[in-house]
């Protein structure tokens, strides 16, 4: 069946680090790849999505390639900011009968000062 | 604006009781999930439903059911609380255009 690996954190970065955060899948048929970020206490909220393979994602300076020949989606942002402090989850959508979203284990992100 | 909202915010209730988490969206989704989310588990789903009157087991649905009476609602129930499902639990709804999910703010649930 469809899964998704994310690489396991906490990931601990510097202020204006360049932030990379690696995300597989396994699937099959076409889906759709989201990245969604959790702030503490909070809801998960959507930050970027592709709907087919070689589409990039972006959104507040996070970008995300949908690569089919490599099964991937990785998160990179230039230079992080200690308000990116966060759990990102990597995410893809079910079979072509499903809605439902298939979520990776989460990764958390901590950038100091 | 369109949102989607969870109450309460959070609940402390005893083993053996019956709880009810609600659960209201107002974009006019077809879509509704339940998941918890557990250190070490990231987020498993509970329950979810593709419209009114249609409901279906997550992969964690033991102890847990839902209902669909209009499109806005989702309640959560436990129908007899135990430890093990304290944890924190979000709703979430999606369009089946596109897949994405909007989350709600969750509810933590201790069970003592």
């Known amino acids: 069946g469809n899964s998704v690996t994310q690489m396991e954190g906490p990931v601990t970065l510097s202020e204006e680090a360049f932030l990379t955060i690696n995300c597989t899948y396994t699937?099959?048929?076409?889906?759709?790849l989201f990245w969604y970020v959790q702030y503490p206490g909070e809801g998960l909220q959507l930050l970027l999505k592709?709907?087919?393979?070689?589409d990039k994602g972006s959104n507040k300076g996070f970008e995300a390639t949908y690569r089919k020949e490599t099964t991937s989606f990785h998160l990179e942002k230039g230079s992080v900011q200690v308000s990116d402090s966060a759990v990102y989850f990597c995410?893809?959508?079910?079979?072509?009968?499903?809605?439902?979203?298939?979520f990776g284990s989460g990764t958390r992100l901590l950038v100091r000062p | 604006d369109a949102e989607i909202t969870q109450s309460p915010r959070h609940k402390i209730t005893e083993t053996g009781r019956q709880v009810t988490l609600a659960c209201h969206q107002t974009?006019?989704?077809?879509?509704m999930f339940w998941y918890r989310q557990d250190l070490g588990h990231g987020l498993r789903l509970i329950h979810y439903?593709?419209?009114?009157?249609?409901?279906n087991k997550g992969e964690v649905s033991d102890g847990y059911s839902v209902s669909r009476s209009n499109t806005e609602d989702l309640p959560l129930t436990l129908e007899s609380a135990a430890s093990s499902q304290t944890s924190v639990y979000f709703c979430?709804?999606?369009?089946?255009?596109?897949?994405?999910?909007?989350f709600g703010p969750g509810t933590r649930l201790t069970v003592t």
């Open positions: 699937a099959t048929g076409y889906p759709s």
């Open positions: 979430a709804s999606s369009d089946p255009r596109g897949y994405e999910q909007y």
């Open positions: 439903s593709y419209g009114v009157q249609d409901t």
């Open positions: 995410a893809l959508s079910g079979t072509e009968s499903s809605y439902k979203l298939i």
């Open positions: 974009w006019n989704h077809n879509n």
């Open positions: 592709a709907t087919k393979a070689d």
